[in-house]
C-alpha cells in the first residue's frame, strides 16, 4: 500500500502511466498559493533559483521550515529563467572552487533530492586554448581542479579533433591548439530547476508567495525584523535577500551601498535543429560559448554588454561579436538561424565573485554579486546560504564569499581585472 | 485542376523546374515555393514537432509555423525554411523535415497515439530512474527525436556582407499604409527609406481585389511604386526583413540577395543592415489567427486571408471542396474571391448567429462552430456542433485578426488588450516610432489611410520638414467585425501551437498543476516557443487561459516578442568575420624581411610575431631556438619589439603625472636616462611593467607590454583627464609610428656603432646602462637609442620612424654580417628573460602584488601614486604572500611543466597542500636544463629547498629545487659591460 | 546605442569605451593618515541606480576624450553627453 501510495504521490514513469490511462487528473499543484503569514523565522527575498535553492534546503536539510520566499514576479522570473544553462566547476582559484565543486556534486544528485527531472546532462565543457600562454594558464586550472577533487582533462589539438572534428582547424584566426575538458560539467533545463526546488521546499511547509513584491525593510535598534511588502507588513526573524541583479536597489531600501554594478547579459537561441553539438564549447580568443538543448536549439552567448543596466535588453555589437565568435570557430552554423536573443541583468561584482554574508544589520542576510556565474551555483548557493541562516557560520567552502573581503584585501579575482565589474 | 486560368502576380509562360522530396514539378515565376507546392495540389509538407503529425501549409507569410522544409541538399543544405517566404527558382530543391520513415509514414507518429502519456511537462516527471539511464539512455532518444532541420555539418558556403544605412524616415511594411505614408515622407524631401520582406512590394494589395480611386488597388500600388521610385531621397528594399528594434533609432535589417544560395557564390547571399533612423513608421499590418477544434492542425487547414492570397496572387485553387469557417468579416471575403476565381466553394460557417451574410450565392451556417475535423494526411470532412458531416479537401479559417507588432516589443514594451477588435494593440513602443494601420489595431482600410495621413504630417512637422500636399486615397470598404473568444474550452485534441504540439489540454493541466502565470504557461508548455515565436498561437494560448482562470484578456497577461522579427542566419551576424578575416592582422615593421626569412609566425593578440627563424637542417624548433639564443649570448643578436605599447609624454606636469602612474618614483630621472616602472592597477594589484626613458625636461617616452599597449594608454588617458584635469601633461601613442628593435649580445655596441652617426659616442663611459637619447643611424635616419635589455645581455633597444623600417633591418643585417647577427624571435626572448628571471605575461596575470613579483620595496609609501594605498592592505601583505622565485629541476635531464603546482615533498596532493604553481617554462641552452619561475609561499626565503612540482593532469611529478630567479649572469654584469 | 559627442555629433557607442559612474572621478588623495576605508569606498561601492545614471565613457575609437554620459539604466535613454572638465566644475559648484 504504501508503495502504491508513493508510485501515486511521486514523479515517476509509473505515475505518467497511471495518470495516461486515468486521463491526467490525478495530477496535484506543483505548489500552493497561500497569503503571506503575519510572522515567519526566515523570509528569502527572491524566487529566482537561488533564493528557492536556500528554501529547499533550509527546509530539507536545516530543518527550518517556518519559511517564506516573497517573489515580485513570477516564480523563477529572475535569471533562473534567462540563462544559457551551463553546470561546471572549473574554477581556479582556491576560494571558488571548492565550492563550485560542492555546487556540481549536488547537481548530479538534483533529481534523486527533488524528485523532479532537471535534466542534467553531463555533456562535457570544453575551453578551448589558442596560444601556449594560455595553455599554461589552463593546466594551472586544470591541476587547481584536480588538486580539490574535481576533474579535469587537458587535450591536444588531435584528442580535441576526434571529439569535435567541425571545429575550423585549419583556417582559424587564432589556432584551436587543444582545450581543458570537465566531464562532468555540462548543461540543465534551467527552469525545472526552479520548479523542482520550489515544489520540494511547497511540500515541507515553506510559503511562496508571487507577485509579492518588498519595498521596505522594518529595521529598529540596528536590526532587521521585517519587511514592507505590497501585500502588507511581514515580520521574520532573519531577512535573507536573495535577488541578484536587483540587489543594489533591493539593498539600498536598507541603506546598504553594494561593491556591484548591474549590467545586461544576453543570451540567444537558434531554431531547433538535429544533433550537432554534444559538448559545451568555450571559445578562448573571442565572446562565445554554446551547448545544443534537449529540443535542438543551439543556446549560446557571449560577453556582456558592458554597460550599467536594469533594461534586461541588449544591443547589436555584443550579438555580432558573439556570432562571429561563433563563425571563428565553428563555420558550420552559419546557416542555423538565430531564433530569440534575450538579455538578463547580472550584478557584477568587484572581484567577479559572489557574496553569501550577513550584512552589518543585524538578521539581514545577503547573497547575491553572481556575475554571469550564478545559474551553475544555484544548489551549492542554496545550500551555503542555508547554512548561513540555519547556523550563523558560513559554511566552509562559502566561508571567504564576504562582504567586507575589499576592505581586507581578500580579492577573488579569477580572471585578474580588478575592480572593474564589465570586465569579469 | 490546382490553378486558375488567369490572373495573379505569376507569369504563366515562364515555368519553373523544382523538386520536393524527390519528386520533380514545376513551378511558375512569381511563386513562392508554397504556392508553388500548392499548385502541384501538394498540402502535407511536413511533420510536428513531438506528435509528428503531419502538418501543412498554414499561411502565406513568414508567420508560418508548419510548412518547414529543408532547402539545397549538402554543403548548400538549410534547415527550417518556411516555404511560404521562398521566392521559387529554377532547379530548387526541397524535403522535409523531421520524420523517421517517410513524410506520409512517419514511425515516430507513434507519440500521437501515446500523448495521454506525453502530457505538458511529462518529462520533467520521469526519466529519473535508474539514475544513469538519464544520460545514457532516455536523453539521446530525446535529442534524436527533437530538432527540426539538420545542419550540413560542413562550413557555410555562402559570403554574408554588412552595411549601414540612414535615413530621416525608416518605413517597415510596404503595404498600403506603408507606401502611403513613404510617399507623404518621399515629397517633403526627406531621406526615405521602406523595407518589406516581401520580394514584392505591396503588402496585402498583392493578394487582394480592392478598388482604388476606382480602379485596381494593382494600378494604385503600381503608380505609387513608380513615383516612389523616382525619388532621390528614398530608398526601395524589398526582401528585406527589419528583424529587430534597438536602442536610438538603431534597426536591423537582412536583405535576402540571393534565394538561391547556389547563385554568384563570391556575392554575398544576404546584406545585414544597420539602419540609423530619426524616426520610424511601423505598418507591419495583421497576421490571421486560427480557431480552436478538434484536430484543428490538418493539413488542408489554411488561414482564410491567405488562402484568399494564395487564390488571388498566384492563381492557386487550393482544394476541390473548399470549406470556410470564420467568426468575422474576412472569411466571407475569401469567399467572394475564390468563388470569383472559379474555386468550388461548399460551404461557409460562421460563429456569429445574427449578421446578414454579404454574400448570398453560397451555402452558409450562421451560429455554428466546428466541433472536430476528420481525415489523415488531409482534412477530409468537418462535424458541425450540431453533428452535422460535410465533406471538404480544404479548410479556410478566419478567427480574426492581431496587429503585428512584434516590433513594438523589442524594447520591452508590453501591448494591451483592445476589447473593441479583441486583439492586442501596441501600447508603448520604442521612442521616436509611430505604429499605422492594422498594426495598429485599425483594420478597416479606408481609416488606415487617414491614420498614415494624419501621424506622418505630424511626424514630419516635428522633423523640420515642410508640409505638402497628398491626394485623398478612396478605397472599398470593408466592414471588420469579430466575435469575441467562446467562453467554453473545446474538447478533443486541439491544437494551439501547430509547430510544438502545445494542444489545449497541455494548457488546462499546466494551470491546474500551478503555471498559471503567462510566462510560466509559456515555459511548461513551450507554448509560442516555435520558430514562430508563438504568432501564431498566443492569442489562442492566452483565450484559453482566460476561460480557466476566469478571468477578461487584459488581465491575463501576455509575453512580448522577443528580435528578431523572424529567424537570421548566424552567418549573417557574423557577416567578414570569420576565417582568417575574424579579427584584423597587424603586422611588424620588419615582417616582409623576416618573412623572407623564412620566420615561423605566431598570434599575439591581433599581431603576428616572428616566433623563430628556423635555418635549413634544423628539426625541431628548440633546435632554432637554442641556436638564437646562444648566438645572441655569444655575439649579437635583434628582435623586433614595435609591438610593445609607446607613449610619448610631454607638458611641464609630466614628472609628477609619471610619479602618479607607475608605483616607483619618476620625477627625479634624470634627462637622457631611462628607469623600469612598475604600474599597479588603483586596487594595488601590478597592472603592467616597462621602461620610461627622459629625452628633455618635459618629454618622456614610455614603452608598455604588447599586450596591455591598448589598456594602459586608456589607463593614462583616464588618470590625466579625469584625475588631473588641471596638469600640463599631453598623451600620444606611438606604437604604430616608431618601429623598435632590440640588439642585444656581446657584439651589440661594435654593431651600432657601425651604423650611428660617427660623431655619437655610445661608449660605455658616454653612454652605459640606463642611458638613452636622441641619435641618427644610417646617414641620417632619426632614431632614438635606449640602452636597455631583456635579455640580460649588453644590449640596446633602437627606435627608428617606422617607414625606415624595412631599410633599416635589411642594412643592419647586412652590416651585421660579420659579427654573426642572428635575428631572433619571441621564443628566444621568452628563453632568455626567463634565464634573467623577468616578469612577463604569464607573471603579470592581474592576480599578483609588487610584493608577490619581489618588488614590493619599489612601491612608493610617501606620494599618493595609482595603487600603492591599496596595496597596503592586510591580506596582500601577510607573512606566508607567494614570492617568484626560479625553479631547477634536481634531474637535470626532465622538463618543467608550466601549470605544475608546488606541494612539499611527502604531503599529499591537495588543495590545502597547494602551496604555488610554476608560471613559465624553458630549456636554457646556456644553463643546459629546464629552468622554470613560478609563484611559492614565501619562495625568497627558501632557496635551495627541495619541493615537488605536480602536474595531476598529466600525472607527473617532479622534484625542483627553488632557486633565485636570476639563473644566468645572476649579478648582472654583462649587461653593464 | 547613439552618444551625442559634444564636439563630434552622434557617434555609434562601439566607438567608446565604457568605464562606470561619473563618481570614479573623485578619487580620494593619499595623505599620511590616509584611510583606506576611504580609497575602499571610493573603489569598490556603487549607487548603481536603477534610472539616472552619470557614467564615463571613453572615445577610444574617436578624440580619445573622457565624457560624462547621463543615461537612464532603466531604458538606455541619454539625457546630456558632457566633457569630464564640464561636469566637474558644474559638480563642484552644486
Not at chain 2, 523544382?18 to 519528386?23: A, C, L, M
Not at chain 2, 478598388?211 to 523616382?230: K, Q, V
Not at chain 2, 516635428?462 to 491626394?471: A, C, D, F, Q, T
Amino acid at each position: 500500500m504504501m508503495i502504491f501510495w508513493c508510485l501515486i504521490m511521486n514523479y515517476s514513469g509509473f505515475k505518467i502511466f497511471w495518470e495516461g490511462l486515468t486521463g491526467n487528473k490525478g495530477w496535484k499543484k506543483a505548489w500552493r498559493e497561500p497569503n503571506p503569514k503575519k510572522e515567519y523565522d526566515v523570509i528569502i527575498i527572491g524566487g529566482g533559483g537561488h533564493g528557492l535553492s536556500t528554501a529547499y534546503y533550509l527546509s530539507n536539510r536545516f530543518n527550518v521550515n517556518n519559511v517564506a520566499v516573497l517573489e515580485k514576479g513570477w516564480l523563477g522570473s529572475g535569471n533562473i529563467g534567462r540563462n544559457t544553462t551551463i553546470i561546471r566547476s572549473n574554477y581556479l582559484l582556491p576560494e571558488n572552487q571548492p565550492f563550485y565543486e560542492l555546487s556540481l556534486k549536488l547537481w548530479e544528485n538534483l533529481e534523486n533530492d527533488t524528485n523532479y527531472n532537471s535534466m542534467v546532462s553531463q555533456r562535457g565543457v570544453l575551453n578551448l586554448f589558442h596560444s601556449d600562454g594560455q595553455r599554461d594558464a589552463f593546466v594551472r586550472r586544470g591541476n587547481a581542479m584536480i588538486l580539490s577533487g574535481a576533474d579535469a582533462n587537458l587535450l591536444n589539438e588531435n584528442e580535441l579533433k576526434k571529439m569535435c572534428p567541425y571545429l575550423d582547424y585549419q583556417n582559424a584566426r587564432f589556432p584551436i591548439k587543444g582545450a581543458l575538458l570537465q566531464k562532468r560539467g555540462g548543461t540543465v533545463r534551467h527552469d525545472a530547476v526552479a520548479w523542482g526546488y520550489a515544489r520540494g521546499a511547497d511540500v515541507k511547509g515553506v510559503d511562496i508567495i508571487q507577485n509579492c513584491e518588498v519595498e521596505g525593510f522594518i529595521i529598529k535598534n540596528g536590526k532587521c525584523v521585517g519587511v514592507e511588502t505590497n501585500k502588507g507588513i511581514i515580520k521574520a526573524k532573519k531577512i535573507a535577500s536573495c535577488v541578484a541583479g536587483s540587489s543594489s536597489k533591493l539593498m539600498s531600501k536598507a541603506g546598504i551601498r553594494l561593491p556591484i554594478e548591474s549590467h545586461v547579459l544576453q543570451a540567444f537561441v537558434s531554431e531547433g535543429l538535429k544533433p550537432v553539438l554534444d559538448n559545451v564549447i568555450t571559445f578562448g580568443a573571442g565572446h562565445f560559448y554554446v551547448s545544443q538543448s534537449d529540443k535542438g536549439g543551439l543556446v549560446f552567448g557571449g560577453d556582456i554588454d558592458g554597460y550599467n543596466s536594469y533594461a534586461q535588453r541588449g544591443n547589436l555589437p555584443v550579438v555580432e561579436d558573439v556570432c562571429e565568435g561563433g563563425m571563428a570557430i565553428m563555420p558550420m552554423i552559419g546557416r542555423a538561424r538565430l531564433l530569440r536573443m534575450w538579455g538578463g541583468i547580472m550584478d557584477m561584482s568587484m572581484d567577479g565573485s559572489p557574496f553569501i554574508d550577513k550584512t552589518h544589520i543585524n538578521g539581514l542576510y545577503f547573497n547575491g554579486g553572481w556575475c554571469y556565474g550564478g545559474f551553475k551555483a544555484t544548489p551549492a548557493s542554496g545550500y551555503c546560504y542555508a547554512h548561513l541562516l540555519a547556523k550563523d557560520e558560513p559554511h566552509p567552502v562559502a566561508r571567504d564569499f564576504k562582504l567586507d573581503r575589499f576592505i581586507k584585501g581578500k580579492i577573488i579575482d579569477e580572471k585578474g581585472q580588478g575592480a572593474q565589474p564589465n570586465l569579469h | 485542376m490546382y490553378r486558375t486560368k488567369t490572373g495573379g502576380l505569376i507569369n504563366r509562360k515562364k515555368v519553373l523546374n523544382f523538386s520536393f522530396n524527390g519528386k520533380n514539378l514545376k513551378g511558375l515565376e512569381g511563386d513562392t515555393l508554397s504556392s508553388a507546392l500548392l499548385g502541384n495540389g501538394i498540402h502535407l509538407v511536413g511533420r510536428s514537432f513531438k506528435y509528428h503529425r503531419p502538418r501543412g501549409i498554414f499561411t502565406s507569410g513568414s508567420e508560418e509555423p508548419s510548412a518547414l522544409v529543408q532547402l539545397d541538399e549538402k554543403k548548400f543544405t538549410e534547415p527550417n525554411i518556411r516555404a511560404t517566404t521562398v521566392k521559387l527558382f529554377d532547379g530548387l530543391v526541397a524535403n522535409s523535415q523531421n520524420h523517421f520513415g517517410s513524410l506520409s509514414w512517419d514511425f515516430m507518429r507513434i507519440n500521437d497515439y501515446l500523448s495521454n502519456f506525453l502530457s505538458a511537462g511529462f518529462y520533467y516527471k520521469t526519466f529519473m530512474w535508474p539514475k544513469a539511464f538519464w544520460e545514457k539512455v532516455y536523453e539521446p532518444i530525446i535529442r534524436n527525436a527533437a530538432g527540426l532541420g539538420k545542419l550540413s555539418k560542413e562550413p557555410d558556403p555562402s559570403i554574408y556582407d554588412k552595411g549601414f544605412l540612414h535615413c530621416d524616415l525608416l518605413v517597415i511594411g510596404a503595404g498600403p499604409s506603408g507606401l502611403y505614408s513613404a510617399l507623404i515622407a518621399a515629397r517633403t524631401g526627406a531621406k526615405v527609406i521602406i523595407v518589406d520582406e516581401d520580394f514584392t512590394l505591396g503588402g496585402s494589395l498583392n493578394g487582394e481585389k480592392l478598388e482604388i480611386n476606382g480602379g485596381l488597388c494593382t494600378d494604385w500600388l503600381g503608380t505609387i511604386l513608380s513615383e516612389l521610385t523616382s525619388f532621390k531621397n528614398v530608398r526601395l528594399m524589398p526582401k528585406t526583413t527589419l528583424y529587430g528594434s534597438f536602442d536610438h533609432g538603431i534597426y536591423g535589417a537582412l536583405e535576402i540577395r540571393n534565394y538561391n544560395s547556389r547563385d554568384n557564390l563570391k556575392k554575398p547571399r544576404h546584406i545585414l543592415w544597420k539602419i540609423y533612423s530619426k524616426f520610424s513608421v511601423l505598418c507591419t499590418g495583421a497576421l490571421e489567427r486560427s480557431i480552436l477544434f478538434e484536430n484543428n492542425d490538418l493539413p488542408g487547414i489554411m488561414l482564410s486571408k491567405s488562402m484568399r492570397h494564395y487564390c488571388n496572387r498566384w492563381g492557386v485553387i487550393p482544394g476541390q471542396h473548399i470549406s470556410i469557417y470564420t467568426n468575422n468579416d474576412d472569411g466571407w471575403e475569401t469567399a467572394k474571391d475564390l468563388k470569383e476565381a472559379g474555386c468550388n466553394v461548399i460551404c461557409i460557417i460562421d460563429q456569429r448567429p445574427d449578421i446578414n451574410p454579404p454574400i448570398k450565392n453560397i451555402d452558409y451556417v450562421l451560429g455554428r462552430k466546428i466541433a472536430k475535423a476528420y481525415g489523415n494526411l488531409r482534412i477530409s470532412s468537418i462535424k458541425l456542433d450540431n453533428g452535422k458531416i460535410i465533406k471538404t479537401d480544404c479548410l479556410a479559417v478566419s478567427g480574426g485578426f492581431n496587429p503585428n507588432l512584434h516590433l513594438t516589443c523589442h524594447q520591452r514594451g508590453r501591448p494591451k488588450w483592445d476589447e473593441l477588435n479583441h486583439c492586442f494593440i501596441p501600447n508603448n513602443p520604442p521612442k521616436n516610432m509611430s505604429v499605422i494601420g492594422a498594426a495598429n489595431g485599425i483594420f478597416n482600410y479606408q481609416d488606415i489611410f487617414k491614420d498614415s495621413k494624419i501621424k506622418l504630417t505630424k511626424i514630419l512637422q516635428n522633423l523640420g520638414h515642410k508640409k505638402v500636399s497628398i491626394e485623398e486615397v478612396k478605397i472599398s470598404n470593408r466592414v471588420y467585425k469579430v466575435s469575441p473568444f467562446p467562453k467554453n474550452i473545446p474538447e478533443g485534441k486541439v491544437w494551439v501551437d501547430l509547430q510544438n504540439d502545445v494542444t489545449v489540454k497541455d494548457i488546462k493541466l499546466a494551470v491546474h498543476e500551478g503555471f498559471h502565470s503567462v510566462e510560466l504557461l509559456k515555459r511548461y508548455t513551450t507554448l509560442g516557443m516555435a520558430t514562430d515565436q508563438g504568432k501564431n498561437s498566443n492569442v489562442l494560448g492566452l483565450s484559453i487561459l482566460s476561460v480557466i482562470k476566469n478571468k477578461p484578456m487584459d488581465e491575463v497577461g501576455t509575453t512580448i516578442f522577443r528580435p528578431p522579427f523572424t529567424p537570421v542566419p548566424i552567418g549573417a551576424f557574423a557577416g567578414r568575420s570569420r576565417g582568417k578575416h575574424f579579427k584584423p592582422f597587424r603586422l611588424t615593421p620588419s615582417h616582409n624581411w623576416a618573412k623572407s626569412n623564412n620566420a615561423v609566425f605566431v598570434e599575439a593578440g591581433n599581431w603576428l610575431r616572428a616566433q623563430w627563424f628556423p635555418l635549413k637542417g634544423e628539426k625541431t624548433w628548440r633546435e632554432s631556438v637554442d641556436r638564437e639564443v646562444i648566438q645572441t649570448r655569444t655575439n649579437v643578436g635583434i628582435c623586433d619589439v614595435t609591438t610593445l605599447g609607446k607613449i610619448d609624454i610631454k607638458g611641464k606636469d609630466a614628472g609628477a603625472f609619471l610619479n602618479f602612474v607607475y608605483a616607483n618614483n619618476f620625477g627625479k630621472l634624470p634627462i637622457g636616462k631611462v628607469r623600469y616602472g612598475l604600474m599597479l592597477r588603483d586596487d594595488g594589484i601590478a597592472f603592467d611593467d616597462g621602461t620610461t626613458a627622459r629625452f628633455s625636461e618635459n618629454h618622456f617616452v614610455m614603452t608598455t607590454t604588447t599586450a596591455n599597449a591598448v589598456t594602459v594608454f586608456r589607463h593614462l588617458e583616464f588618470c590625466k583627464q579625469c584625475l588631473n584635469p588641471d596638469w600640463d601633461v599631453h598623451l600620444i601613442s606611438t606604437t604604430d609610428h616608431w618601429a623598435q628593435f632590440a640588439v642585444a649580445g656581446p657584439k651589440s655596441r661594435k654593431l651600432l656603432q657601425e651604423i650611428c652617426d660617427p660623431k655619437i659616442d655610445i661608449s660605455n663611459d658616454k653612454f652605459p646602462f640606463m642611458a638613452c637619447g636622441e641619435i641618427n643611424v644610417l646617414k641620417g635616419i632619426p632614431a632614438r637609442l635606449f640602452r636597455i635589455s631583456f635579455s640580460g645581455e649588453l644590449a640596446y633597444e633602437i627606435a627608428i620612424p617606422r617607414r625606415y623600417a624595412d631599410f633599416f633591418i635589411k642594412e643592419i643585417s647586412e652590416i651585421g654580417k660579420k659579427y654573426n647577427l642572428v635575428p631572433y624571435g619571441t621564443e628566444a626572448l621568452g628563453v632568455m628573460r626567463i634565464e634573467k628571471g623577468h616578469a612577463a605575461g604569464n607573471e603579470l596575470n592581474g592576480q599578483t602584488t609588487a610584493n608577490n613579483l619581489g618588488l614590493g620595496k619599489m612601491v612608493s609609501k610617501l606620494n599618493d601614486c595609482i595603487g600603492n594605498t591599496m596595496s597596503e592592505r592586510e591580506e596582500l601583505n601577510k607573512e606566508n604572500t607567494l614570492k617568484l622565485v626560479g625553479f631547477i629541476p634536481t634531474n637535470k635531464n626532465q622538463s618543467l611543466v608550466a601549470g605544475s603546482h608546488f606541494i612539499e615533498k611527502g604531503q599529499t596532493e591537495n588543495l590545502e597542500n597547494d602551496q604555488g604553481w610554476m608560471s613559465s617554462v624553458a630549456f636554457s641552452p646556456m644553463l643546459k636544463h629546464s629552468i622554470g619561475l613560478g609563484y611559492i609561499i614565501r619562495g625568497n626565503q627558501r632557496y635551495g629547498e627541495k619541493v615537488h612540482a605536480v602536474n595531476p593532469l598529466r600525472k607527473e611529478i617532479i622534484e625542483v629545487e627553488i632557486h633565485s630567479p636570476h639563473f644566468y649572469d645572476p649579478e648582472g654584469e654583462l649587461l653593464r659591460g | 546605442m547613439i552618444i551625442q559627442h559634444p564636439d563630434l555629433g552622434p557617434r555609434d557607442s562601439s566607438e567608446f569605451v565604457y568605464k562606470g559612474d561619473a563618481e570614479l572621478l573623485f578619487r580620494p588623495k593619499r595623505t599620511e593618515n590616509t584611510d583606506q576605508k576611504i580609497f575602499h569606498d571610493y573603489l569598490y561601492l556603487r549607487n548603481n541606480p536603477a534610472g539616472k545614471h552619470c557614467e564615463l565613457w571613453y572615445h577610444e575609437y574617436g578624440d580619445r576624450s573622457w565624457l560624462v554620459v547621463t543615461r537612464d539604466t532603466t531604458n538606455h535613454e541619454i539625457l546630456k553627453v558632457e566633457h569630464v572638465e564640464d561636469y566637474i566644475k558644474s559638480y563642484k559648484a552644486k
